[in-house]
């Protein structure tokens, strides 16, 4: 039974019917004889109708970018792409919607947006769906939890519109426009942050800190005050401050900046005061060791330092289980890659730094450097699999991770002279079969990223000694030398390095005011390496990746705001986000 819809076009999206389940997870049972009350009153039923808010979430690694010009409008992104610290190898990328966003298309954006929020409101749709009906759920736990997941959900998918859209329409109760005509108006811009703030606290209130294994992955406590801090911590930025009162949804009319800051900071502490998240810690001392233990980090699921992630099946199935193919698309061709979707750039790796606080060596690129270096990225000599990192070209003969594997002619190497070492899992089986998946859950946050956030939050309301602090408490977990003093430039690369290829670099651009310089290949060209051995003489050569016109990035700013669907627009008689015409 296909539940989903269409109403007014793309205008609502899809809604449910009903109580069923929009993501199909009731094929256990005859949906055409499983009745709405059977749905709020079964336990095992309610918790499927509850899964497919998380399953609406995407799959975090899980990509695709079509070159066909029909669909590709259609295409799943993974966000840290459109930064600089990543690239793709494979050419056909460039010719579908990941090229076209890196070049500015409003068509391409529009059409992207089209496509997602449709999604995104499904859920809100599913999730009023409940909340109006709460009374006919049971009495008991899984009730306070199954409304605190709601409450936190339908805060977290507003969260996502408000980096993307700035304030929009608040559909806090179901409607369907084909029964009566219901229009609502788009929010301020402190309208959508109370609304999530209030959200996240009423999920807060109901929400367990841990769970059994069996319902490990469920949205807590302690997520909710993240999404409680990360709401007040992405308002307080000066781009959403002082905005025309005409523009109210794009930020704040008067200053709001400190307020936030004092907001953001106490959500911080009232996270932090449950004690039930710890980093990760590395006893290891060795280059190696350190390497090998912080990249374990990324393969351990739900732990200590969790806060909120993305679960994926140990024995993931690409097509059943909401799987994603991380260690086959990101392989070197060595290992039979052909995609290359996560390259390192260069400009990435000048963000390491040495151990010593020595400039980088030219004729020495990888020597003593940040540990997380080792552990994020494989370079030429780099192990990996039993495998040395053959990345140079000898006497112009390009290495064998330089080469395509097989005879496709789309088939992708890195350009940057890198491939991606963070995610990886070496025990994952990379092969041919479409159906094989990784198993990798996606993280959206940690405490590592917690502490970064509120050693900045500190940063800017003057509080220099103790940003530095909690700077050093990520530094100290790797081994790395302290700070005896801070500047805002060290922070931000602390930043950089230890949230490396996660959402957060990218979101940062925004929130920052520094996507139209980080974003623009004629301001930060993207940079790769070329490392070449000549009768014995080794040489490393940096250059841009940007020789093409398909790849030159342009960053317009009206991409701060993503557009509304105009048919939403239209419908409910809104103003449109500055700049965006109808295509």
């Known amino acids: 039974m296909n539940c989903k819809k269409y109403i007014l076009g793309a205008t609502l999206g899809l809604v449910c019917v009903g109580l069923t389940s929009c993501d199909d997870l009731f094929r256990d049972a005859p949906l055409n004889k499983t009745s709405e009350v059977d749905v709020l009153s079964n336990p095992l039923y309610l918790d499927k109708y509850v899964n497919s808010w998380y399953r609406g979430m995407g799959s975090g690694f899980k990509t695709s970018v079509s070159d066909n010009a029909l669909i590709k409008n259609m295409a799943q992104l993974y966000l840290p792409w459109l930064g600089d610290q990543l690239s793709v190898g494979r050419p056909d990328y460039y ?37 109006e009906r709460e009374g006919e759920i049971p009495a008991g736990e899984q009730k306070e939890r199954v409304l605190g997941e709601a409450h936190f959900m339908r805060a977290y998918y507003y969260y996502m519109f408000l980096q993307r859209h700035g304030g929009i329409m608040i559909f806090d109760r179901t409607f369907n426009p084909l029964h009566q005509v219901e229009t609502f108006p788009r929010a301020s811009y402190q309208q959508m942050v109370d609304f999530i703030v209030k959200e996240a606290e009423m999920a807060a209130e109901k929400l367990p800190q841990t769970y059994d294994q069996l319902n490990k992955g469920r949205a807590t406590k ?16 000066k781009v959403y ?7 109210n949804y794009l930020g704040f009319t008067s200053d709001q900046e400190m307020n936030m800051l004092a907001k953001a900071k106490a959500a911080y502490e009232e996270l932090f005061a449950l004690n039930a998240y710890s980093l990760i810690p590395i006893a290891a001392t060795t280059q190696d060791g350190i390497r090998d233990e912080y990249r374990k980090i990324f393969l351990t699921k739900n732990s200590q330092e969790s806060i909120f992630e993305i679960q994926h099946a140990d024995d993931g199935n690409y097509s059943e289980k909401n799987g994603h193919t ?5 392989a070197a061709p060595f290992f039979t890659g052909t995609t290359a979707a996560y390259t390192p750039t260069h400009n990435h790796v000048l963000e390491y730094g040495r151990r010593d606080g020595q400039p980088l060596d030219a004729n020495d690129p990888y020597t003593n450097l940040d540990y997380r270096f080792y552990a994020n990225v494989l370079y030429d000599g780099a192990m990996f699999r039993g495998h040395e ?12 991770d330089l080469k395509a594997y097989g005879t496709s002619t789309t088939a992708g190497f890195t350009k940057t002279g890198y491939y991606m070492a963070k995610f990886m899992d070496e025990r994952n089986e990379i092969n041919v079969d479409a159906t094989k998946a990784s198993n990798q859950n ?15 939050v500190l940063y800017r309301t003057g509080d ?3 940003a530095q602090v909690q700077v050093n408490k990520i530094r100290e977990r790797v081994h790395m030398p302290l700070y005896t003093a801070l500047t805002w430039d060290e922070l931000m690369n602390e930043r950089r390095v230890e949230m490396a290829f996660e959402e957060t670099t990218y979101w940062d651009f925004f929130r920052l005011g520094i996507a139209e310089k980080k974003l623009n290949g004629a301001s930060n060209p993207l940079k790769g390496i070329r490392i070449d051995v000549t009768n014995g003489v080794k040489t490393y050569k940096v ?11 342009k960053f317009d700013p009206i991409q701060y705001y993503q557009p509304i669907p105009w048919a939403e627009v239209k419908y409910h008689g809104v103003e449109q986000n500055p700049g965006w015409t109808e295509v």
């Open 543 to 553: 250059q841009n990746i940007n020789r093409y016109p398909a790849r030159i990035r």
């Open 464 to 466: 220099v000694g103790g």
């Open 222 to 237: 302690g997520a909710a005050l993240m999404l409680k801090a990360k709401t007040y911590f992405w308002a307080s930025s």
């Open 389 to 400: 990192m053959d990345l140079h070209y000898t006497n112009n003969e390009a290495g064998v």
């Open 326 to 330: 991380l260690d086959r698309v990101a």
């Open 241 to 247: 401050q002082n905005k025309p009162e005409t523009q």
């Open 95 to 131: 010719n579908g919607a990941y090229g076209d966003v890196l070049k500015g298309s409003s068509t391409t954006i529009t059409g992207l947006v089209q496509y997602n929020w449709p999604d995104y409101m499904t859920q809100i749709q599913s999730i009023n769906t409940l909340l």
């Open 442 to 456: 996606y993280i959206i946050w940690r405490l590592a990223e917690a502490i970064l956030d509120y050693a900045e």
